[in-house]
């Protein structure tokens, strides 16, 4: 720290701090425009000058760092005639037009100086003989180039803040003007993040979207909550006007996302007031569904599953929990499951996308949650990326990750296809489909070969030490690189390079994806990864680790919180007899009454459904029409079970196939908690009303276990269910809404005076022993293979620009306006060996289904392989994936499918 005056008042900063930043910190506010704390400093404005005892002329505060000693003037007649002089001839050339759609900052300081009366202006405003001309393209945002005043913000914002450079200038001296790309947005590679209008401080770009409508002094009030779309967790500010949300910006010096947002973040929203929304109870009768009254709905469904249960037994019932939902919400649900129906049947989408990664995790270290806060992304030495499109699906982590290799950071990127992220990486190992065992253990193979082992950690924090080590290194002795590279088709040079470059970086951090779990060998794949990880000991250590980031805003929390059919929350399975007695003393039920038997998971549940075991199931806020693998196989389930009951907020490919529909809430709706990525609780708060009749999802699932005779507390609110579900949930017990308030917490969080937990295992693993545990595993090729049939393999994946089954996506206009159809990727060798071109209409089929969709010739792919992504339901990619599980996580392979395509 350093002591410093400023106007004769003493402060404290640490050394080297910006001047400028310490200032407006300490509510000193010296004026300026181009200065932004997320930024590199300008110095374009001037308006920011202040004098510097030993310095000469007037220095602009927001180029010079603060020293011992010394002494500043920020304010003084000198100083604030200069300032007003300056913004003079800003105005000169600046359209100070307003109409109260975004925040001016130019405005505020207009009237500050005076400069509001025009008898005050030096000059005339000379604007209007400049030919600017507005660019209107981009489908967020409008740039108005007369209310530019060239402070560089939004160009560094999208350098700095986002990683992506698409923003510079053109032109020269007073015509010049700011272009996306090579010309105009629209035409550009800007992917509608909006860093750039958030960090505009004049109005020259705003975001389209409720312009016409939107006017900030009728804003009615500003709602801090959680982005509902991917696992990052971004803190967002809603703007409420007249009952609707009408623009959404990012938080600002809060993590997760230090006020960056993607597009969905931004601009996702418009779902919320759909005409579409579901309203009220729907009954079908005689195959039509028809508007009833909550009575009417829940006396139905608390007589259909009562009769099923006593009929069948409670494990002919099971539910489906979202990862979507609070964890409120989901907490009440699986209690709903395991004391109303009396069946450990629940489960959720996490099944299909991270459970092999959880499982293998648990099984090797203790836990299935990422071991690193997001700002390690940044900051460690190298990261080795695997099956994992961070860009697109996860937007801000990306962020961190292209500002850490802006530094210097070593990415090794592993994917069969290419990803934006490829290009900032050090190397790009692109194996074959299925071979991911293969490839990992040859890793390992070069990293013992080269002495690259850590043998002290593994003596001390290995499970069997060197001789458990003994056993991986025999048997991944035949995975030499050119044996890897025969099984790959990666080159023995690049397997090479990032075996060494994971293995002797100071730090090295792992960031997993569903490229790697949703496989049938997805428990190996990840058994490899941390066998790779364990023998370097790059883990228990700060920026060390493995993260797999989640796809959905509370894939984390569910989990956490107990909506599995094998564990309770906090992790602890259900045949601890234990945790089962003090769970039932918590929740007021027979001990006896709370099963020690695991239930199925979500694939089991619907194949026990087409045999018949299963005769009713709870679908809360998922859509398995769209997310369940083998879907000609989940559609005959659902018919031939005897009653479903979906619980959401649009109709979707699911809901055609329940006997009740009831509307319920979305995430802008209600109050409650999320879990983000790096295990971080996030408060949600409650913006607008639900429309209609519809409720929030707890209120429906509490009255629905009263109608069965399995009543619950009289909750008053949201906080009083977290406080529960923190007395059942060993690593959230010291968590509470009264300590949200002060900012997020990252379990584990054992009592109320525990600060959180950023880094996990920087003492031991959350295993028995206290250990990690190597498993050695063997590459077994894939099952499913190609041939002549069927000669290429589909891969699948996400979009940037939508969110999983799209419900809420392809309900907003902007996400639609940038992609709004499905498509299949090629390699350009394939389409001229099948005859196709580029828009081509063609017709996928598999051994279980067929689709159609158009082509686009890529070689993003590999030869031999295809990608297509999967939200879009005119094109359901999972007709053509297929239901064989993973032994252990029970996941489906939705990486790989044998496919033929046919030109129509």
């Known amino acids: 720290m350093v002591t410093f005056t400023i106007d004769n008042r003493t402060i404290q900063a640490p050394d080297g701090s910006n001047l400028l930043d310490v200032a407006r910190r300490n509510g000193i506010a010296i004026p300026g425009l181009c200065y932004h704390h997320k930024l590199t400093p300008t110095g374009a404005c001037r308006l920011c000058l202040v004098k510097v005892e030993g310095m000469n002329g007037l220095i602009a505060s927001c180029t010079v760092k603060v020293a011992e000693g010394m002494v500043v003037t920020a304010f003084d007649p000198e100083l604030e005639e200069t300032r007003r002089f300056l913004l003079n001839y800003l105005l000169y050339e600046h359209n100070d037009s307003y109409d109260g759609t975004y925040s001016d900052e130019m405005r505020e300081l207009i009237f500050r100086y005076g400069l509001d009366k025009p008898e005050n202006r030096y000059l005339k405003p000379n604007w209007e003989k400049i030919n600017f001309k507005k660019d209107d393209s981009s489908p967020v945002l409008t740039y108005d180039p007369s209310k530019c005043i060239k402070c560089f913000r939004c160009i560094k914002a999208c350098d700095e803040v986002q990683g992506k450079n698409v923003l510079s200038f053109t032109e020269r001296g007073i015509n010049s003007f700011i272009i996306a790309g090579t010309g105009i947005w629209g035409g550009s590679e800007c992917d509608g993040c909006g860093e750039c209008i958030q960090l505009c401080p004049t109005g020259a770009i705003v975001e389209k979207p409720n312009r016409d409508i939107i006017n900030l002094e009728r804003i009615e009030k500003k709602i801090i909550t959680t982005c509902p779309y991917c696992g990052v967790g971004c803190q967002i500010e809603l703007l409420v006007q007249d009952g609707r949300i009408v623009r959404s910006n990012g938080v600002e010096g809060v993590s997760p996302n230090d006020g960056r947002l993607c597009i969905k973040g931004r601009f996702g929203y418009e779902f919320v007031h759909s005409p579409d929304r579901l309203t009220k109870p729907l009954i079908k009768h005689n195959g039509l569904f028809e508007e009833v009254t909550w009575d009417e709905a829940f006396d139905l469904i608390a007589k259909k599953f009562t009769e099923i249960k006593n009929k069948y037994g409670p494990n002919a019932l099971a539910g489906y929990a979202s990862a979507k939902c609070t964890n409120e919400d989901n907490y009440l649900f699986q209690k709903f499951v395991r004391t109303a129906?009396?069946?450990?049947?629940?489960?959720?989408?996490?099944?299909?996308?991270?459970?092999?990664?959880?499982?293998?995790?648990?099984?090797?270290?203790?836990?299935?949650?990422?071991?690193?806060?997001?700002?390690?992304?940044?900051?460690?030495?190298?990261?080795?990326?695997?099956?994992?499109n961070i860009i697109e699906t996860h937007p801000i982590t990306a962020t961190y990750v292209k500002r850490g290799a802006a530094k210097g950071q070593k990415?090794?990127?592993?994917?069969?296809?290419?990803?934006?992220?490829?290009?900032?990486?050090?190397?790009?190992?692109?194996?074959?489909?299925?071979?991911?065992?293969?490839?990992?253990?040859?890793?390992?193979?070069?990293?013992?070969?080269?002495?690259?082992?850590?043998?002290?950690?593994?003596?001390?924090?290995?499970?069997?030490?060197?001789?458990?080590?003994?056993?991986?290194?025999?048997?991944?002795?035949?995975?030499?690189?050119?044996?890897?590279?025969?099984?790959?088709?990666?080159?023995?040079?690049?397997?090479?390079?990032?075996?060494?470059?994971?293995?002797?970086?100071?730090?090295?951090?792992?960031a997993t994806g569903m490229g790697m779990s949703q496989q049938v060998t997805g428990t190996h794949n990840v058994f490899c990864l941390i066998n790779m990880m364990l023998i370097t000991g790059q883990v228990g250590r700060e920026k060390c680790g493995i993260n797999p980031p989640r796809g959905q805003n509370n894939v984390q929390g569910a989990t956490d919180v107990g909506c599995s059919p094998l564990n309770f929350p906090g992790y602890i399975p259900v045949k601890d007899d234990d945790n089962r007695r003090r769970v039932a003393?918590?929740?007021?039920?027979?001990?006896?009454?709370?099963?020690?038997?695991?239930?199925?998971?979500?694939?089991?549940?619907?194949?026990?459904?087409?045999?018949?075991?299963?005769?009713?199931?709870?679908?809360?806020?998922?859509?398995?029409?769209?997310?369940?693998?083998?879907?000609?196989?989940?559609?005959?389930?659902?018919?031939?079970?005897?009653?479903?009951?979906?619980?959401?907020?649009?109709?979707?490919?699911?809901?055609?196939?329940?006997?009740?529909?009831?509307?319920?809430?979305?995430?802008?709706?209600?109050?409650?908690?999320y879990v983000n990525s790096d295990r971080r609780v996030l408060r949600g708060r409650k913006a607008v009303e639900c429309p209609g009749e519809a409720r929030v999802d707890w209120k429906i699932i509490h009255e629905l276990a009263g109608r069965m005779g399995k009543p619950m507390p009289e909750y008053r609110n949201e906080s009083e269910i977290f406080d529960e579900l923190a007395r059942v949930t060993p690593i959230l017990a010291g968590i509470s809404y009264a300590r949200l308030e002060q900012g997020s917490i990252q379990w584990p969080c054992p009592d109320k005076d525990h600060p959180g937990t950023q880094t996990l295992y920087l003492d031991r693993f959350n295993t028995p022993t206290g250990r990690g545990k190597l498993f050695p595993v063997e590459y077994i090729p894939q099952n499913e293979k190609a041939d002549a049939d069927y000669p290429l393999i589909l891969n699948s994946g996400r979009l940037l620009y939508h969110y999983h089954t799209a419900t809420m996506s392809r309900r907003t206009k902007v996400l639609r306006d940038f992609i709004d159809e499905s498509f299949v990727l090629i390699h350009p060798g394939d389409a001229k060996s099948y005859g196709l071109t580029h828009g081509a209409r063609v017709r996928i089929e598999s051994r279980r289904g067929e689709l159609e969709t158009i082509v686009r010739i890529s070689d993003d792919v590999r030869e031999g392989e295809v990608f297509m992504p999967w939200h879009f339901t005119e094109s359901q990619v999972n007709r053509l994936t297929r239901d064989e599980l993973d032994p252990y996580s029970r996941i489906a392979p939705f990486k790989l499918s044998a496919v033929r395509i046919t030109k129509i």
């Not at 996308?353 to 900051?379: Q, R, W, Y």
């Not at 499970?463 to 048997?475: D, H, I, V």
């Not at 929740?587 to 694939?603: C, D, I, N």
């Open 341 to 388: 129906f009396g069946t450990n049947n629940i489960d959720y989408c996490t099944r299909l996308c991270h459970a092999s990664t959880v499982t293998a995790m648990l099984k090797a270290i203790g836990d299935g949650a990422g071991s690193n806060p997001i700002e390690d992304f940044e900051t460690t030495d190298c990261l080795f990326v695997i099956g994992n």
């Open 411 to 510: 990415i090794i990127v592993v994917d069969p296809k290419w990803t934006p992220l490829v290009p900032y990486a050090t190397v790009w190992l692109q194996p074959k489909l299925g071979t991911d065992v293969a490839l990992l253990n040859g890793l390992v193979n070069i990293i013992i070969k080269n002495g690259w082992i850590n043998r002290k950690f593994i003596e001390e924090r290995v499970e069997g030490g060197m001789e458990a080590f003994n056993r991986l290194e025999k048997l991944t002795a035949t995975y030499s690189s050119a044996y890897a590279s025969e099984i790959t088709g990666v080159q023995a040079s690049k397997l090479e390079m990032a075996a060494r470059l994971f293995a002797t970086s100071p730090t090295s951090m792992i």
């Open 585 to 673: 003393e918590v929740w007021g039920v027979p001990y006896e009454s709370l099963s020690p038997e695991p239930g199925l998971t979500t694939v089991e549940i619907m194949q026990a459904a087409y045999e018949g075991r299963i005769k009713g199931i709870f679908i809360m806020g998922e859509n398995p029409m769209i997310s369940d693998p083998n879907l000609n196989h989940t559609e005959e389930a659902l018919k031939r079970m005897e009653f479903v009951v979906v619980q959401d907020i649009f109709q979707t490919e699911t809901t055609r196939f329940a006997d009740v529909i009831l509307p319920a809430s979305t995430w802008a709706e209600k109050e409650g908690t």
